[in-house]
């Protein structure tokens, strides 16, 4: 195999940087908060197009975006674990 | 100035200040330890080749695609950043995550370019890369930030003029100072900013799928007063919980 083939071209090395740059920026350590905004957008979104009363759709996605917050935050925290585990 | 431009100044402005507070640790150890022209040439280029991304990508946006659509799309990319922000502020303040330390980084900048040969007064392509590279990655976000918030409000111009301010004041101060700026309240500031982020997030993707908010753009104002006490209650819960598991005799395992 030669040298060129080794190595990737500049326009792929690009691609790659492009691919990991967003996927750093949208899921990175925490796919959670992109799956679950997602899901708070879509069900805010059947909310409104089902004729839902105004302060249900309205308090709804505020609502749903506090509830990642604090799952993911609750997911973030180090475990925490008794000194005397693992010391038999 | 309307509610929704002020919070989109000051978001624009925080956002784009912390991020080069970050840039600017990376050309400060550039600088000292590689000599200043190449350094400074490599910032020069970076902020020129995100300032055409800002030019060529923005109105483009504004122009071919559909408010609807970019409302939901960018507000949802804010939701998802805000979020991300908001989360480490969160678990910063209850002692959970190491803080970002400018100090450290800056050091393991300084130990990493002294290891490699050359640098002086001469062009030295490593530095030029370096400062390029931390430059370009610190300010693509901010490009990220001008772009969502400048085009959903039909105000790139304000949006680009506030990241350039944040540029120019912290670029400014870091050369009176002539170091990084670890004074910073960066944490603070990312809290804050995270805060404005998630508000803009939930209102435009809300107006994007026909959400009708009470009092239009004030809505923000009240998102955002409602997200800061969430995250403070968040961040005291989590503290609790922290120290009395600590008192408790465990120990934190990441």
């Known amino acids: 195999m030669s040298r060129d083939e080794q190595t990737p071209s500049i326009w792929r090395r690009a691609a790659v940087a492009f691919g990991r740059f967003w996927w750093d920026f949208l899921v990175g350590e925490t796919p959670e908060l992109l799956v679950g905004s997602v899901a708070a957008v879509g069900a805010a979104a059947l909310l409104v197009h089902s004729g839902a009363a105004r302060a249900v759709v309205v308090g709804a996605l505020p609502v749903l975006v506090v509830v990642i917050l604090a799952l993911s935050a609750f997911r973030g925290r180090p475990r925490v674990r008794s000194r005397g585990d693992g010391e038999k | ?254």
């Open chain 2, 1 to 254: 100035m309307r509610s929704s431009s002020a919070v989109l100044v000051v978001a624009v402005f925080l956002a784009s200040a912390v991020e080069m507070v970050e840039a600017l640790t990376v050309v400060v150890a550039v600088g000292v330890t590689r000599g200043w022209r190449s350094a400074v040439e490599g910032t020069v280029v970076a902020v020129l080749v995100l300032a055409g991304l800002v030019a060529a990508v923005g109105p483009a946006l504004v122009h071919y695609v559909p408010l609807g659509t970019l409302r939901v799309v960018v507000g949802g990319l804010l939701l998802v950043f805000g979020l991300q922000w908001l989360r480490k502020a969160v678990l910063r303040s209850a002692g959970l995550k190491a803080k970002h330390d400018e100090d450290t980084i800056f050091q393991a900048h300084v130990d990493e370019l002294s290891s490699v040969e050359g640098g002086g007064t001469g062009r030295d392509t490593t530095a030029f890369t370096v400062a390029f590279k931390g430059v370009f990655l610190e300010g693509l976000e901010v490009v990220v930030i001008v772009l969502t918030l400048g085009t959903t409000e039909h105000r790139l111009g304000l949006a680009s003029v506030a990241a350039l301010a944040a540029v120019v004041v912290v670029g400014t101060v870091g050369a009176v100072v002539a170091r990084q700026l670890s004074g910073v309240p960066e944490n603070a500031l990312k809290a804050v900013v995270g805060v404005m982020l998630v508000s803009y997030g939930t209102f435009w993707t809300g107006e994007g799928i026909g959400v009708h908010w009470p009092g239009s753009d004030a809505t923000i104002l009240v998102l955002v007063a409602a997200y800061g006490a969430v995250a403070w209650v968040l961040g005291r819960v989590l503290s609790a919980e922290r120290t009395g598991g600590e008192r408790a005799g465990g120990v934190h395992v990441a």
